[in-house]
């Protein structure tokens, strides 16, 4: 009974931090998605620059699309991990959950 | 925000709920609710950044002349210089990305930015006044358990 109070407390906290961790990668996903709302309206001709260290390094538009739509999917890809970590965690929470009430009972 | 689904049936629930987890869920509500704020309040600093840089577009945009300024060197050093190409601006749109502007254009896109912000403070706002409706749930259990604990005790003296 101890044990699984423990157990349940630490799933607890797990979530917690999945859930931070979650939130944190929505805001970038939410900032790279406006960048990339940003780069479909520009025209071709305009100039576009990359951040890299302390240098600003041009990048052609093309480039540009490309880097951010793979940024996106690989920051949603850990947004789904992170999904499925939490529903994993959840259904542990209740197995556990159970196994007190089923204890209490007896 | 998707933590909102499933709050109904977790409302129904809660007077069933051992004090442990009530507490526990009392704990992740607020600490939800915290976090909450602490997102409106950084985007009510960004809005207030992307208004300075709108109101600052407009005043270099107003002279046509080469205007001079004074180029901080360091937080208390200065010195004199002059914009040489006052039509262009580089706007930072995130994730290290820049874009070279005209001065038009980025008013437009610091206004577009500042509508998005807006939306997204009235989401936050949205669900921390669901998360605050449910800590008050949870706190009336709580104290209707404290209040029965109480009478309990009184009957046993």
């Known amino acids: 009974m101890e044990q699984s109070l423990e157990e349940f407390r630490d799933l607890q906290k797990k979530i917690n931090k999945y859930a931070q961790n979650q939130f944190e990668f929505e805001t970038k996903i939410n900032e790279t998605k406006l960048v990339q709302d940003e780069l479909k309206l520009l025209d071709d001709d305009s100039k576009i620059f990359k951040l890299i260290g302390p240098v600003l390094v041009e990048q052609s538009l093309e480039e540009s699309q490309t880097n951010i739509s793979k940024r996106l999917e690989f920051l949603t890809k850990e947004m789904d991990n992170l999904t499925n970590l939490i529903k994993e965690t959840e259904q542990k929470m209740q197995d556990i959950q159970k196994k007190i009430y089923d204890s209490k009972k007896k | ?157």
């Open chain 2, 1 to 157: 925000m998707e933590k909102t689904t499933g709050l109904p049936q977790r409302s129904i629930d809660i007077s069933r709920l051992p004090n442990e987890q009530i507490q526990a869920l009392k704990e992740q509500m607020a600490g939800e609710i915290d976090q909450l704020s602490n997102g409106i309040n950084t985007f009510q600093q960004v809005l207030a950044r992307y208004e300075t840089s709108i109101q600052t577009l407009k005043s270099i945009s107003d002279s046509q002349e080469k205007k001079q300024i004074l180029v901080p060197l360091t937080e208390s050093m200065y010195i004199p210089g002059k914009i040489s190409s006052p039509d262009y601006v580089l706007v930072d749109i995130g994730t290290g990305y820049f874009l070279q502007k005209k001065i038009p254009e980025a008013v437009k896109f610091f206004e577009r930015r500042q509508v998005t912000v807006k939306q997204k403070i009235q989401e936050y706002r949205s669900v921390v006044a669901i998360d605050e409706k449910n800590l008050q749930l949870i706190n009336s259990v709580l104290q209707q358990r404290v209040y029965a604990y109480q009478q309990l005790q009184k009957k046993q003296i």
